[in-house]
């Protein structure tokens, strides 16, 4: 649990931010430049805030009323940076044991071994930081950073440097420690995909001020918050369970309230929960079933509302018993289909739309 | 007529006391003082920096010549040390040793400076945020990354000591066996008359001592530049 109530001026920038965060992962989201790795070092000591109140489980970290303002080392946070930041001139296993010596007799978040087989590094131990790839490199940061018995990690956008493939083995083991390891994780990026596959709730911040702060799908289906989401990036995000997988066809069957999705290249394995993001692009509307399609996903449900947008598009808000999605279409589609709340409509998504990196472990 | 003789191997001895003692009791204040310069900012501060470089610039005699009036019997800090302490500098090999530290601290100080600008301080508030109060930090990261800077600075700085001449034989005169080092015994040679023969052989060993230092530091740099850069040795 960590509450943040900060304003704090560093140069031009000004920052007034307050928010709080349950267990899991909560992701700071925001463009570069919203301040979001300024929140991190605010959190961590690194920075000095000018008022406010910074708790992280109860535990007053910074209160400019009460005086408190603990130095870094007294923190308790583990911070992973964006460029790893391992010391150069000591081995992996110095690396990883260099915040335990202060913590040892603290209780142990987890133990050595364990954060060797969870983030798959104990072949790496006897080297040197300047040997590792920048994948292995973040991953020793990872666990430096837990072996110091943290209270609050903070990932400060730990795939930036990273190419694809890279991209994806940081996340796999990042979603191990979220459901490995309990400790609050606050994840920074500014890619919407990462969010979307890691985090329960999500921060949404602009230009030092925070616009909003919820469940990741509530966020993502709020369409005042779309200019920030990106423009073209915002939609739904849908949880569903893996039903099938067709080998044959490459597809796999995805089952949720609202029914079910054909989804090419999926990972995971039947039975298992997942994320999908559906940008609301790639939805379309049509208002009687249509026959003789190429598009493989065609699911009913009602009109909830039209956002009131400028330009020739708009957002509309759909309900799939109980799961919302959003579909873009033109302003001109909506009124020449009549869309108004309440009407029974049919969403149509293809299949390919849905890229590898829109689904992620639930 | 390769082997040395006992005054020749006086003098090499005392030279090699003389010019470790000045590195070791510099190398402290040249830290601090680097630290000092790199990290802080107070007026003042171009003042400071001035003054610990003033010795490269002024004429040797004029440092050893202030040394004499400040660590002098009747000197104000002389007096005080010799009272309070019972050390004494002036015509002592220890005042030689001083002589040679205040010539060299300039060369040390730069050094070290210069690899305290370069250390990315972002591994220093990573050592904190794990756990790590400030001096542990400065013990277990910063320093161990300005190693490479220290040695540079110490090898400097040693050899400064070796050829020092001009505050030495100012401050502490040039007495056989307590302060005349290489180069003031090589002086007193060429003083002499047939003394030529003696200073030559003294020069070639000077030349020989100073290359030494030189090899064995490069190999020291370059071991503790890779460590510090983080490759496997």
Redesign the interface.
């Known amino acids: 649990m960590l509450e943040f109530d900060v304003r704090c001026r560093v140069g031009g920038f000004a920052l007034d931010a307050a928010f709080a965060t349950g267990g899991g992962v909560t992701a700071l989201f925001g463009r570069s430049g919203a301040g979001k790795t300024t929140v991190l070092n605010l959190i961590a000591g690194l920075a000095r805030p000018q008022s406010g109140r910074i708790t992280v489980e109860k535990r007053k970290l910074y209160d400019s009323t009460a005086g408190i303002d603990l130095p870094p080392h007294a923190r308790r946070v583990g911070y992973v940076f964006q460029e790893g930041r391992l010391l150069p001139h000591l081995t992996v296993r110095h690396n990883l044991l260099y915040g335990n010596f202060f913590n040892r007799k603290k209780n142990q978040v987890v133990a050595f071994e364990q954060v060797t087989e969870l983030l798959g590094i104990g072949h790496l131990l006897e080297r040197r930081p300047g040997a590792l790839s920048g994948g292995e490199k973040q991953r020793v940061a990872i666990g430096r950073a837990l072996l110091a018995n943290p209270e609050v990690l903070l990932l400060d956008e730990p795939l930036a440097s990273l190419d694809a493939p890279r991209k994806a083995e940081i996340l796999y083991y990042v979603e191990r420690l979220r459901d490995e390891v309990r400790i609050p994780i606050v994840y920074v990026s500014h890619s919407l995909d990462e969010v979307v596959r890691l985090s329960n709730s999500m921060v949404l911040m602009s230009d030092g001020r925070v616009l909003g702060t919820g469940d990741v799908r509530e966020m993502m289906s709020r369409v005042e918050l779309r200019p920030y989401l990106g423009r073209h990036e915002g939609g739904a995000v849908i949880e569903a369970r893996v039903a099938g997988q067709d080998l044959k066809s490459g597809l796999a069957r995805l089952e949720f309230g609202g029914g079910a999705l054909e989804i090419p290249d999926v990972e995971a394995l039947l039975g298992e929960q997942v994320r999908i993001r559906v940008r609301a692009r790639d939805v379309s509307i049509a208002i009687t079933r249509p026959a003789g399609l190429s598009i493989r996903n065609v699911l009913a449900g009602t009109v909830v509302d039209l956002a009131d947008d400028e330009g020739s598009s708009l957002d509309v808000r759909l309900d799939l018993h109980g799961t919302a999605l959003l579909a873009r279409i033109t302003r001109k589609s909506a009124s020449e289909l009549g869309l108004r709340p309440g009407l029974p409509v049919f969403a149509l998504i293809k299949a390919v739309s849905i890229d590898r990196r829109s689904v992620g472990y639930a | 007529m390769w082997s040395l003789s006992p005054a020749e191997t006086t003098a090499l001895l005392l030279s090699l006391k003389v010019a470790f003692w000045s590195v070791a009791a510099s190398l402290p204040v040249a830290v601090a003082l680097a630290w000092i310069l790199s990290r802080l900012s107070f007026p003042g501060k171009s003042l400071l920096d001035a003054v610990v470089h003033l010795p490269l610039v002024l004429p040797p005699v004029v440092v050893g010549y202030f040394l004499l009036l400040a660590f002098g019997r009747r000197g104000a800090i002389g007096a005080f040390l010799e009272e309070t302490l019972g050390i004494t500098f002036i015509f002592r090999w220890t005042g030689a040793a001083l002589a040679c530290a205040v010539m060299g601290l300039p060369l040390l100080v730069r050094a070290v400076r210069q690899s305290l600008d370069a250390v990315?301080r972002?591994?220093e508030?990573?050592?904190?945020?794990?756990?790590?109060?400030?001096l542990w930090?400065f013990a277990?990261?910063t320093l161990?990354?300005i190693l490479p800077g220290i040695l540079t600075g110490m090898l400097l700085s040693f050899a400064r000591s070796l050829g020092e001449f001009g505050a030495t034989i100012t401050f502490v005169s040039n007495i056989p066996g307590e302060t005349q080092t290489l180069p003031l015994a090589i002086y007193a040679f060429t003083q002499v008359p047939g003394g030529d023969g003696q200073a030559l052989r003294l020069c070639i060993l000077s030349i020989v001592l100073s290359l030494a230092a030189l090899m064995a530091s490069e190999v020291l740099v370059r071991r503790a530049t890779v460590?510090?850069?983080?490759?496997?040795?």
């Open positions: 990315d972002g591994l508030a990573a050592a904190a945020t794990l756990g790590a109060p400030p930090v277990t990261v161990p990354l460590r510090a850069a983080g490759r496997d040795a």
